[in-house]
């Protein structure tokens, strides 16, 4: 099957997860994951009119995405992999949301590129709900504390949470811990659910899912 389908069937079932959870038709937001593939092979679901897209990698997505952005500029760039303060420049000034907020320092780095390059990207905290030492993300316990540093001392824009449950259990405990999270602070939005779980988090409130190997196809090589 080609890009082209695969699109078409994930927008189908996100379309059917949405009214089996009895949530409007287009609420949720999905977020083509285009990590390891080239410009040439994305450029097929720009072409058919999808401009939602998800990279991992500052420097990657600098090698191909101002090639599309000059064919496709209505394009929004997600980022939605760990950033490291020395790249937040690049990152501030590419991509149009940022998923991983994750600790101080990078609330900090992103803060300030923004008030340089005079850009307002909208912000995601990422949050560890499986509390995994090698994980990126902030504690479930320390959360609440974040979030409002975020907020009150940095005055950053922050709209939802993200998560990435453990890849060997069952995701649905994850996707309530962060729908919680966000409830009680008053944010909206919710980054969750990927290939082979987003419909399951569009019952469990997804805004936002992040769908790569399902429209791509497999990836040759780990991202
Ligand atoms: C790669 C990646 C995805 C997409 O994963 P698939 O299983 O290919 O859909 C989603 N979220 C993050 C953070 C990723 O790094």
Redesign the pocket.
Known sequence: MGIKTQLGQVQDDIGKAEKEAGRDEGSVTL?A?S?TFDADHIRPALQVGHRVF?E?RVQEAKGKWPELLEEFPDTQLHL??PLQSNKSKEAVALFDVI??VDRPKIARAIRLEMEKQNRNLDLFVQINTGDEPQKAGISVQDADDFIAFCRNELALPIKGL?C?PPFDEDPSPHFKILAEIAARNDLEELSMG???D?QEAIKAGASHV???????GK?DYP?
């Open positions: 977020i994951v990590k998800g991992n939605i992999g998923h991983t993200m990435i990927m290939s082979g987003y992040r769908v790569g190997s399902a429209i791509f990836r991202a």
